[in-house]
T-cell receptor, first 116, second 115 residues
């Protein structure tokens, strides 16, 4: 069974600073990996995804993530934080077994705080 | 282009009652997944429907059941509600291509409170 670990339930950065949110996964098959963002009282919005191919993935709002198989990691970064980035971020993994895609397994989330 | 819609937005029920939540997928999507998100937690996968059948199920009891209609919309039913069923219920839709369905788009959720 797959699992996701997000290091740090809360991360605080200054506006304009680098954002780094950590995600490690375990999966029995080559995984599909996702980052979602959730604003208060809203559903989840897809930021970016890794399926196959290029390991550096660019998403919306200036975010990107790099799939590192050897480290089983998929950390999310943004060069310069903006106040509007304050939200809850979830890393998720899906095993594609070929006979039908699995539902997503989510981490517990990281609350990103932006200091002015 | 309408995204994933869910109804109702909020719901209050009493222990032991039954509840039905509804979801309409994003245009062009044929697969619907349901998730439960407890306060302060990540979403947990309940089940996924494709071609009007439950294709996959997470670790949830039989009190949780669902249905998918020919127009791809879906319902989540929960029987014999418990206090622990209080959560945000999220519906996600996706498109299945060659048995693969992996990019899921989420609705705003239904907040269920059980008293």
């Amino acid at each position: 069974a797959q699992s996701v670990t997000q290091l740090g339930s809360h991360v605080s950065v200054s506006e304009g600073a680098l954002v780094l949110l950590r995600c490690n996964y375990s999966s029995s098959v080559p995984p599909y990996l996702f980052w979602y963002v959730q604003y208060p009282n809203q559903g989840l919005q897809l930021l970016l995804k890794y399926t196959t191919g290029a390991t550096l993935v660019k998403g919306i709002n200036g975010f990107e993530a790099e799939f590192k198989k050897s480290e089983t990691s998929f950390h999310l970064t943004k060069p310069s934080a903006h106040m509007s980035d304050a939200a809850e971020y979830f890393c998720a993994v899906s095993d594609y077994s070929g006979g039908g895609a699995d539902g997503l397994t989510f981490g517990k989330g990281t609350h990103l705080i932006i200091q002015p | 282009d309408a995204g994933v819609t869910q109804s109702p937005t909020h719901l209050i029920k009493t222990r032991g009652q039954q509840v039905t939540l509804r979801c309409s997928p994003k245009s062009g999507h044929d697969t619907v997944s349901w998730y439960q998100q407890a306060l302060g937690q990540g979403p947990q996968f309940i089940f996924q429907y494709y071609e009007e059948e439950e294709r996959q199920r997470g670790n949830f009891p039989d009190r949780f059941s669902g249905h998918q209609f020919p127009n791809y919309s879906s319902e989540l039913n929960v029987n014999a509600l418990l206090l622990g069923d209080s959560a945000l219920y999220l519906c996600a839709s996706s498109r299945t291509v060659q048995s693969a369905s992996y990019e899921q788009y989420f609705g705003p959720g239904t907040r269920l409170t059980v008293t």
